[in-house]
């Protein structure tokens, strides 16, 4: 495993630092970006023996990237494994098709599963999908489930975050126009704590 490096593109934060701590502690070399434009940057001049791809990012999405990633031939050999949310399952299909060589739900799968897809599809080790979702339904060891909760934008500080977080839209998806619901995503360094944020229940996109 030594030497191998892995390029995580996730837009949120917490999980994209969950998922690099979790590889380096597995030894893997981890890049990090935080969207689809940083990633393709980092390919241009980094050796990468896979993409953990988030689906969902701004600026440029997770289709748009593994689209270029393909279409290049000094990176269309890379395996792309892709991170979903639920409800994602036409856009995880479309990059199967497209040339990703596997998928997780991002709020079914820890890190430690995460580096161990990593690793069976570098090495052949580690558990297939079907073994790994065997494991999932014997239940997880903290609670893995993501809540979505409706906000109000008139009610406590909803004024002072809107205005702090520069919401043009408000509580709305400027392009679905859906109105967002708070999404708690487990942490999964922590049990019984959850990260916080809005998103849209249509496209998935995360605010």
């Given amino acids: ?53 988030d689906l969902v990012m701004p600026r440029m999405s997770g289709l748009e990237v593994l689209d270029t990633v393909k279409k290049d031939p000094r990176t269309c050999d890379i395996p792309v494994l892709v991170l979903s949310n639920l409800g994602q399952e036409s ?12 998928y997780l739900v991002k709020n079914e ?7 161990e897809k990593i690793a069976s ?19 997880p060891e903290i609670p893995r489930a993501s809540f979505r909760l409706a906000v109000r934008d008139r009610e406590a500080d909803a004024e002072q975050f809107i205005e702090h977080a520069k919401l043009a839209r408000r ?3 400027p392009t679905c ?3 967002l619901v708070l999404e708690l995503v487990p ?16 496209c998935a996109r995360q605010y």
């Avoid at 981890?30 to 434009?37: F, I, K, N, Q, S």
């Avoid at 856009?91 to 596997?102: K, Y």
């Avoid at 799968?109 to 995460?114: E, I, L, Q």
């Avoid at 570098?122 to 297939?128: A, D, E, N, R, S």
């Fill in 109 to 115: 799968a820890r890190p430690a599963d995460v580096s």
């Fill in 171 to 173: 509580f709305w998806c």
């Fill in 177 to 179: 126009e859906v109105e």
């Fill in 1 to 53: 495993m030594a030497g191998e490096t892995v390029l995580v593109v996730e837009d949120t934060e917490l999980l994209r630092r969950m998922y690099a701590d979790k590889l380096a502690q597995d030894g893997f070399n981890v890049l990090a970006a935080g969207d689809g434009l940083e990633a393709l940057a980092i390919l241009r001049v980094s050796d990468v023996d896979l993409i953990l791809l």
């Fill in 187 to 202: 942490d999964a360094a922590r049990p019984g704590w959850y990260e916080a944020r809005l998103a849209c229940p249509a």
């Fill in 121 to 139: 599809v570098l090495h052949g080790t580690g558990p297939t999908g079907a073994t790994l979702a065997a494991q999932q339904d014997e239940g």
């Fill in 91 to 102: 856009d995880v299909q479309r990059g199967m098709e497209m040339g990703a060589v596997d």
